[in-house]
Nanobody
């Protein structure tokens, strides 16, 4: 059974930082492309950051220079370091693994507010 379990969300003040983690099980993790998406209330789910099997990364323009995606194939985890957060970053953040099939986590809430 495939599982992606996110953690690390919460409430943070503008300008603050959070680190999200996603632990995968039930897949051959090193073969998968990985990504973080987010969905704000009333908006469509959007890509935040991706990382390929070889470690190449790609970011949405809105988070470039503030967020960093990384993977640890020894721990089957993908992380998202988020710095300089602003209220527009408030959303539910989802972990995604793709290799032919797409798998999603249940999401973790990130709220940026003073």
């Amino acid at each position: 059974q495939v599982q992606l379990v996110e953690s690390g969300g919460g409430l943070v003040q503008p300008g603050g930082s959070l680190r999200l983690s996603c632990e995968a099980s039930g897949i051959s993790f090193p073969f998968y492309g990985l990504a973080w998406y987010r969905q704000a209330p009333g908006k469509q789910r959007e890509m935040v950051a991706t990382i390929t099997r070889s470690g190449s990364t790609n970011y949405a323009d809105s988070v470039m220079g503030r967020f960093t995606i990384s993977r640890d194939n020894t721990k089957n985890t993908v992380s998202l370091q988020m710095n300089s957060l602003n209220p527009e970053d408030t959303a539910v953040y989802f972990c995604n693994a793709n290799f032919g099939q797409n798998y999603w986590g249940q999401g973790t809430q990130v709220t940026v507010s003073s």
